[in-house]
């Protein structure tokens, strides 16, 4: 699944494109939309983006300053400029820099778009693919050291009252980055699946490869050690890689510092997820800690995430969880059962929520599911795209609203789950070959006819 920012501040543009990758069909896309340069640095911050629709001339920042700034966060993100006739030299120039692979006309026509699109896409499929190979290339030299830190790592857990200098000298002896004087955050994962035909080294080797994966994503922002542990399971400690800079160590810059990992985080090991099923064919399941811990806490927190990871985790499906104070309860009368009852249930939250938030993301988190596991796993069981069924529903929704109310459209269109009523306009038409408007006023039509007829029926008899 790939993750598609779009960003103008001409929100017909931003909804017009929307609708067009929607209607696309032909790629697993969840699209978000940004109508300020703000907006989307919010949205790029607490999501993983593969590709930006962005026009190149903004308010406050322009599409070059933005890019920079996307590139901070999400390097491997690809950019589409939308330009006008005026910026056509500009936007070729810059076209040169790292990550932007194409812009397109505003006036041109939509194929034009998707082209650029299908362009990106390659360019991302690419990347990954030499990715796998260098970590595949890498995986085979670990084992030495990682013993070693696995073995300090757990003597630390077993130690919490060492001090900082201790903790220190631990951590350089066993070549370890992670900063002995500031807290980290932990998240352990789970390999799914195991079974008695996979022998002793190609389960190392499966596991290597899990923490080289989940390494490739943190390397840009993160100070990370991972090790294995119970045949299966691997656990992070992580710490933002601005601890190191002196002038990233106090105060609101720490805090910040943090508040950026925390917010990255779940996205982080959700591209791991998607990467490790890709490559070795095997499910991987995360729970993410809350709150970065002191070090003293570690083993306290460590044993805490097992028991989450044990009590949701294990059945051969990939589970993300983000602990909290109260785990979704929502989730509770499903967990365990059948993936039928699963997915009944995500069909009725929609059916109850069609004027709610019924992203991917969100209702991945109800169930504690992978945006991109829940796609997956929605589209094997039924045949259809979730993004469709919530079409359907909500255009049920309108269809009623219109035959026995009346509400004007814009009220409609609110009510049935959409910003605007030209992108309900839009959607309705193309499902029903009318306008909303028209629909109503045949059914008006139809009903008085039939009205008709059964008076005239009663005479008659």
């Known amino acids: 699944m790939y993750r598609i920012l779009i ?121 990954e693919e030499r990715i796998n190979h260098d970590i595949k290339a890498r995986t085979k030299l670990q084992s030495a050291i990682a013993a070693i830190q696995k073995s300090t790592l757990f003597k630390l857990m077993a130690e919490p009252a060492l001090s900082v200098k201790e903790r220190e000298h631990k951590l350089l002896e066993s070549d370890i980055s992670l900063l002995s004087n500031k807290q980290v955050f932990v998240v352990i994962g789970s390999i799914e699946g195991w079974n008695g035909e996979v022998s002793e080294a190609d389960r190392m080797l499966l596991l290597y490869a899990c923490q080289n994966i989940a390494e490739e994503y943190l390397a840009t922002t993160c100070i990370q050690l991972s090790v294995t542990f119970d045949l299966n399971k691997i656990v992070w400690l992580i710490q933002p890689i601005a601890l190191r800079s002196g002038e990233q160590t106090e105060g609101e810059q720490e805090h910040r510092a943090w508040q950026h990992l925390k917010t990255r985080v779940y996205s982080i ?18 729970v993410i800690g809350k709150e970065p811990c002191s070090w003293e806490d570690i083993g306290g927190q460590f044993d805490h995430l097992k028991k989450l990871l044990a009590q949701y985790a294990g059945q051969g499906q990939e589970m993300l969880i983000q602990d909290s104070d109260k785990l979704s309860s929502l989730y509770e009368s499903v967990r365990g059962e059948q993936t039928e009852r699963l997915i009944h249930f995500i069909q009725q939250y929609v059916k109850t929520n069609l004027d709610g938030d019924l992203s991917l993301t969100a209702l991945a988190t109800l169930v504690h599911h992978s945006p991109t596991y829940l796609s997956r ?56 070959q009318m306008t909303p408007q028209e629909y109503r006023e045949n059914f008006l039509i139809e009903r008085q006819l039939k009205r008709t007829a059964n008076a005239k029926k009663g005479k008659d008899c």
Request: proline share 3%.
């Open 377 to 432: 796993l929605y589209k094997r069981t039924t045949g259809a795209m979730l993004s469709d069924y919530i079409t359907n529903e909500r255009m049920k929704k309108a269809k009623d609203l219109l035959e026995d109310t009346t509400m004007k459209i814009q009220e409609i269109a609110i009510t049935s789950g959409y910003e605007a009523p030209s992108q309900f306009n839009r959607s309705f038409k193309r499902i029903f």
């Open 7 to 127: 960003v103008d501040d001409e929100p017909f543009i931003v909804n017009n494109i929307n609708l067009l990758l929607n209607e696309a069909g032909h790629w697993d896309l969840e699209a978000y939309r940004a109508y300020n340069v703000y907006e989307a640095l919010d949205c790029l911050a607490h999501n993983r983006i593969d590709v930006v629709i962005s026009d190149i001339r903004m308010p406050g920042m322009s599409g070059i300053e933005l890019h920079e700034r996307i590139i901070e966060s999400w390097p491997m993100c690809k950019v589409i400029f939308l330009t006008g006739f005026n910026e056509f030299d500009y936007a070729r120039n810059a076209i040169r820099m790292g990550g932007i692979v194409d812009y397109v006309l505003k006036t041109e026509d939509d194929h034009v778009l998707l082209a650029a699109l299908n362009k990106a896409i390659d360019e991302l499929d690419k990347a």
């Open 269 to 286: 090991m959700e591209s791991v997820q998607q990467s490790c099923i890709q490559l070795y064919k095997y499910p991987v399941s995360f």
